[in-house]
């Protein structure tokens, strides 16, 4: 169902959030590479309302910039000073005109929560004709957490928070999620009607639950039998904790998709990843950002990848590849760094401890080991020797290396960049090129070699009178 003409999202994310300690808001505090925020917004999207507000307060330029770059089509609203969440709500009162019929308001610290989970929350309202409609779940330790006090037809009378319960009160393990959706017109008709008598001084949103079923409006709620789902986040325990939630979501998402992780405790893997089917994912892998790994892939172990695309058929094992395109059937490390801008054609080799950064390496070539390629663009069908280093800086400024196809470069080999190898050229291992070499020549820089006779004998006499 869409919701797009009737329903408004509004996330609650101004908070300071004392007891994560930190300078950086809580939203965008990271989960599996992505801030929490990232998690709860596309859940928000997959079930299409009208619109949605995200409230701002503390270091809110920051959660703002995150918006706006991540979700352009997601306004944000500043609340001036963090007085509770019914405050925060009215922080979007100025937008009244643009909000559905239909509110569904969330805290900004609920990651795991599902867009099944809040298309049944909404639909219950609709449903039932409710004021309001809280999502509830039962925790096996309810500590910290509002309690649901109901009547005997399992109707909602108010919500207790943890500070102001009573001993009984204390006992009920149906809790409060945060999550709630409600009529537009009896929310903004009761909200400005609650007061901040409670512990914390503070206006809270569940007191207005108490105050439509004192008008006579109806409270509904809508219990999940995940209760996962309702985990919230107010301390960096509590953040590891749902980390570890959704990296066992993550991954099992995967392997219900074909993909083999070997060992998925050990792997972190990002929500926006794309892996294919049959590949494979060894452990202690860390695949982040929009990276996309193609099918019949082996990756790891050790492996960690960053907005990188690998593909089809390519074997990368314990190397850095970051903002990178590998092609099919490459085969990259043992610990190799691949760094930004770097392409691949099929068939390549980047072998056992080599470097490449902003590179093009066409197919069939091969890096095999030890070397560093820079500001380089690789022909088809090139081997590159051990200890090669294209030299791309002169202390001012990057310079470009271009080797033609079908070259061979032999170990410990230099290429003072800028300097072009023309097809089929071959340079000798130990040389030291700083002029272009034409097509299909060999070229030898190296010095003379000279074996003194008993100069080995001469050179350990003359250190053994020094000692």
Same mark, same amino acid.
């Given at each position: 169902?869409?919701?797009?003409?009737?329903?408004?999202?509004?996330?609650?994310?101004?908070?300071?959030?004392?007891?994560?300690?930190?300078?950086?808001?809580?939203?965008?505090?990271?989960?599996?590479?992505?801030?929490?925020?990232?998690?709860?917004?596309?859940?928000?999207?997959?079930?299409?309302?009208?619109?949605?507000?995200?409230?701002?307060?503390?270091?809110?330029?920051?959660?703002?910039?995150?918006?706006?770059?991540?979700?352009?089509?997601?306004?944000?609203?500043?609340?001036?000073?963090?007085?509770?969440?019914?405050?925060?709500?009215?922080?979007?009162?100025?937008?009244?005109?643009?909000?559905?019929?239909?509110?569904?308001?969330?805290?900004?610290?609920?990651?795991?929560?599902?867009?099944?989970?809040?298309?049944?929350?909404?639909?219950?309202?609709?449903?039932?004709?409710?004021?309001?409609?809280?999502?509830?779940?039962?925790?096996?330790?309810?500590?910290?957490?509002?309690?649901?006090?109901?009547?005997?037809?399992?109707?909602?009378?108010?919500?207790?928070?943890?500070?102001?319960?009573?001993?009984?009160?204390?006992?009920?393990?149906?809790?409060?999620?945060?999550?709630?959706?409600?009529?537009?017109?009896?929310?903004?008709?009761?909200?400005?009607?609650?007061?901040?008598?409670?512990?914390?001084?503070?206006?809270?949103?569940?007191? #207005?639950?108490?105050?439509?079923?004192?008008?006579?409006?109806?409270?509904?709620?809508?219990?999940?039998?995940?209760?996962?789902?309702?985990?919230?986040?107010?301390?960096?325990?509590?953040?590891?904790?749902?980390?570890?939630?959704?990296?066992?979501?993550?991954?099992?998402?995967?392997?219900?998709?074909?993909?083999?992780?070997?060992?998925?405790?050990?792997?972190?893997?990002?929500?926006?990843?794309?892996?294919?089917?049959?590949?494979?994912?060894?452990?202690?892998?860390?695949?982040?950002?929009?990276?996309?790994?193609?099918?019949?892939?082996?990756?790891?172990?050790?492996?960690?990848?960053?907005?990188?695309?690998?593909?089809?058929?390519?074997?990368?094992?314990?190397?850095?590849?970051?903002?990178?395109? #590998?092609?099919?059937?490459?085969?990259?490390?043992?610990?190799?760094?691949?760094?930004?801008?770097?392409?691949?054609?099929?068939?390549?080799?980047?072998?056992?401890?080599?470097?490449?950064?902003?590179?093009?390496?066409?197919?069939?070539?091969?890096?095999?080991?030890?070397?560093?390629?820079?500001?380089?663009?690789?022909?088809?069908?090139?081997?590159?020797?051990?200890?090669?280093?294209?030299?791309?800086?002169?202390?001012?400024?990057?310079?470009?290396?271009? #080797?033609?196809?079908?070259?061979?470069?032999?170990?410990?080999?230099?290429?003072?960049?800028?300097?072009?190898?023309?097809?089929?050229?071959?340079?000798?291992?130990?040389?030291? #090129?700083?002029?272009?070499?034409?097509?299909?020549?060999?070229?030898?820089?190296?010095?003379?070699?000279?074996?003194?006779?008993?100069?080995?004998?001469?050179?350990?006499?003359?250190?053994?009178?020094?000692?």
């Amino acid at each position: 169902m869409s919701y797009s003409k009737n329903l408004s999202v509004i996330i609650l994310a101004a908070g300071k959030s004392k007891r994560i300690k930190s300078e950086i808001p809580k939203a965008l505090h990271s989960i599996c590479y992505q801030p929490i925020l990232y998690y709860i917004l596309s859940s928000v999207n997959k079930i299409n309302p009208k619109n949605v507000f995200v409230v701002v307060g503390h270091k809110s330029e920051l959660i703002d910039k995150y918006v706006k770059s991540n979700f352009p089509d997601i306004e944000t609203v500043y609340q001036k000073k963090q007085l509770g969440t019914a405050h925060a709500v009215l922080a979007v009162k100025e937008c009244r005109k643009d909000l559905g019929e239909d509110i569904l308001v969330l805290p900004g610290d609920c990651p795991l929560i599902t867009s099944g989970s809040l298309k049944k929350l909404v639909d219950r309202k609709i449903k039932t004709s409710s004021a309001a409609v809280v999502l509830t779940t039962a925790a096996s330790n309810p500590k910290g957490y509002g309690r649901i006090i109901k009547d005997r037809k399992g109707n909602i009378l108010k919500i207790v928070e943890e500070a102001d319960a009573t001993y009984a009160e204390k006992k009920i393990n149906e809790v409060n999620s945060s999550m709630y959706c409600f009529d537009k017109k009896i929310l903004f008709g009761n909200i400005e009607n609650i007061d901040s008598k409670n512990s914390q001084k503070e206006y809270y949103l569940t007191d #207005i639950v108490e105050k439509m079923v004192e008008n006579g409006n109806k409270v509904a709620c809508l219990k999940i039998s995940n209760s996962k789902e309702a985990l919230g986040i107010n301390d960096r325990i509590q953040l590891s904790e749902v980390e570890k939630v959704m990296q066992g979501t993550i991954n099992e998402k995967m392997m219900q998709n074909g993909v083999t992780i070997k060992d998925p405790g050990s792997c972190y893997i990002g929500g926006s990843v794309k892996i294919g089917r049959d590949s494979v994912v060894e452990p202690f892998c860390f695949i982040k950002g929009k990276s996309i790994i193609g099918s019949n892939c082996v990756i790891g172990p050790f492996s960690q990848i960053t907005d990188t695309e690998v593909g089809s058929g390519s074997k990368v094992n314990s190397s850095v590849i970051i903002d990178a395109v #590998i092609g099919k059937n490459n085969n990259i490390g043992p610990y190799s760094y691949i760094r930004p801008d770097t392409v691949t054609g099929e068939n390549v080799k980047i072998g056992a401890f080599c470097e490449v950064k902003k590179s093009k390496i066409n197919s069939r070539s091969k890096v095999p080991h030890l070397s560093y390629v820079g500001d380089t663009e690789i022909g088809s069908g090139v081997n590159v020797g051990a200890s090669s280093v294209t030299v791309n800086y002169d202390g001012y400024r990057k310079n470009k290396t271009i #080797i033609e196809d079908n070259v061979f470069i032999g170990s410990d080999t230099m290429l003072i960049a800028p300097v072009r190898i023309g097809k089929g050229a071959v340079v000798a291992a130990g040389s030291v #090129i700083t002029d272009d070499v034409p097509s299909n020549c060999l070229a030898i820089e190296r010095g003379s070699q000279k074996n003194i006779k008993d100069g080995a004998v001469k050179y350990r006499k003359k250190k053994e009178m020094k000692e």
